[in-house]
């Protein structure tokens, strides 16, 4: 069984990848944000009784120091992390001319930095030959959006990341990106007010496959890219069409 580390996992999709990987067995290093997120990560977590192993650590990813006492603590608990899903990540959205320093320093680094912090203490503590990198794309990473120059920036950051750590970490650990669209958790169905029939009918025009993402559909895309023994510093969309690249 793998020894999985997700950061950002507190809601979303990084804890519906927690909680899959745990309904499976598997040794799950939890990361949040604050211990107070932490604490209610833990009480969904038990309330479930899954047979997987857990282990939730408060951390913030753009931090080094912290970054670095989060792999001591889950190497101490629960051995070498195996593979780590780079899930941490924050919105900020305001319209380009309107965008301060704080805003974007705040959604870049989050983002960005994190990705890049997360994956190389990920990386200099993976003593094996099969370890696994899953960085977050978005598709307004490689074509823009409205009002999220700082996270659109911070997406294509990551995609050329996930190239740059493919070419150099390889073979040993290989590194994708993971880029889902409208997927129906509680932040994008609020952003983009997926509850009206006004907002939902607005989306779902530019999704081909005409219906929202599911977890199931990136969980089903997670352990694809995890199960391949060939394949590294690719991007693999889970968005019904909504962008053909």
């Known amino acids: 069984m793998r020894k999985i580390l997700i950061t950002g996992a507190s809601n979303g999709l990084g804890f519906a990848l927690a909680e899959h990987f745990l309904s499976n067995g598997?040794?799950?290093?939890?990361?949040?944000?604050?211990?107070?997120?932490?604490?209610?990560?833990?009480?969904?977590?038990?309330?479930?009784?899954?047979?997987?192993?857990?282990?939730?650590?408060?951390?913030?990813?753009?931090?080094?120091?912290q970054v670095q006492n989060l792999f001591a603590l889950a190497n101490e608990k629960v051995g070498q992390i195996e593979v780590i899903i780079n899930c941490a990540g924050?919105?900020?959205d305001k319209s380009f001319m309107k965008m301060d320093d704080e805003s974007w320093d705040k959604v870049v680094d989050t983002h960005l930095k994190g990705t890049f912090i997360s994956s190389q203490e990920f990386s200099r503590q993976y003593a094996g030959e099969s370890g696994h990198i899953i960085t977050l794309g978005a598709g307004c990473g490689i074509q823009g959006r409205l009002n999220g120059a700082n996270f659109?920036?911070?997406?294509?950051?990551i995609l050329a990341l996930t190239k740059c750590m493919a070419r150099e970490l390889a073979p040993r650990i290989a590194v994708n990106?993971?880029?889902?669209?409208a997927?129906?958790?509680?932040?994008?169905?609020?952003?983009?007010?997926?509850?009206?029939?006004?907002?939902?009918?607005?989306?779902?025009?530019?999704?081909?496959?005409?219906?929202?993402?599911?977890?199931?559909?990136?969980?089903?895309?997670t352990e694809s890219i995890l199960s391949s023994k060939f394949t590294t510093g690719s991007n693999f969309f889970v968005n019904g069409g909504e962008l053909m690249y």
């Open 183 to 221: 997927v129906d958790t509680e932040e994008v169905v609020s952003r983009y007010n997926l509850n009206t029939q006004e907002g939902l009918k607005k989306v779902l025009s530019g999704i081909p496959m005409d219906r929202l993402g599911k977890r199931e559909d990136v969980i089903q895309m």
């Open 177 to 181: 990106c993971l880029t889902p669209s």
């Open 152 to 157: 659109c920036s911070a997406k294509g950051g």
């Open 26 to 65: 598997e040794t799950v290093v939890i990361n949040t944000r604050t211990p107070t997120t932490a604490e209610l990560t833990e009480k969904k977590i038990v309330a479930n009784k899954f047979k997987g192993k857990h282990l939730i650590i408060p951390a913030d990813v753009k931090n080094r120091k």
């Open 90 to 92: 924050i919105n900020i």
